[in-house]
């Protein structure tokens, strides 16, 4: 199983990137997929969760408005497009692949996740 994250780097306050997340190894449209981040000195969190067929999300308040997670199974990838970045948001960010049960909620806590990718770096510089 490899989950490849990329589109991270250096933006300005009030930029943009789009992150993504390419999945191999698992039937991708089985799982519910999450963003998390961890900046240094701080444990990892929540940034956001979609569900296996795309109906469903979940944002941590502090993005919610500012990032949108998407997904396109055919491609067997996840994004993360995040808006109006902010100092704060600065963190190595992490995708996570969860095995979606039916009617299963989307999972904000970190163990609760089966497969993570390696991380790709967001500086957002003041």
């Known amino acids: 199983v490899q989950l490849q994250a990329s589109g991270g780097g250096l933006v300005q306050a009030g930029g943009s990137l789009r992150l993504s997340c390419a999945t191999s190894?698992?039937?991708?449209?089985?799982?519910?997929m999450g963003w998390f981040r961890q900046a240094p000195g701080k444990e990892r969190e929540f940034v956001a969760a979609?569900?296996?067929?795309?109906?469903?999300?979940k944002y941590a308040n502090s993005v919610q408005g500012r990032f949108t997670i998407s997904r396109d199974n055919a491609k067997n990838t996840v994004y993360l497009q995040m808006n109006n970045l902010k100092p704060e948001d600065t963190a190595l960010y992490y995708c996570?692949?969860?095995?979606?049960?039916?009617?299963?909620?989307?999972?904000?806590?970190?163990?609760?996740?089966?497969?993570w990718g390696q991380g790709t770096l967001v500086t957002v510089s003041s």
């Open positions: 190894g698992v039937t991708f449209n089985l799982y519910n």
């Open positions: 996570a692949a969860d095995r979606a049960v039916f009617d299963y909620p989307l999972q904000v806590l970190a163990a609760k996740y089966d497969y």
């Open positions: 979609i569900s296996n067929g795309g109906a469903s999300t």
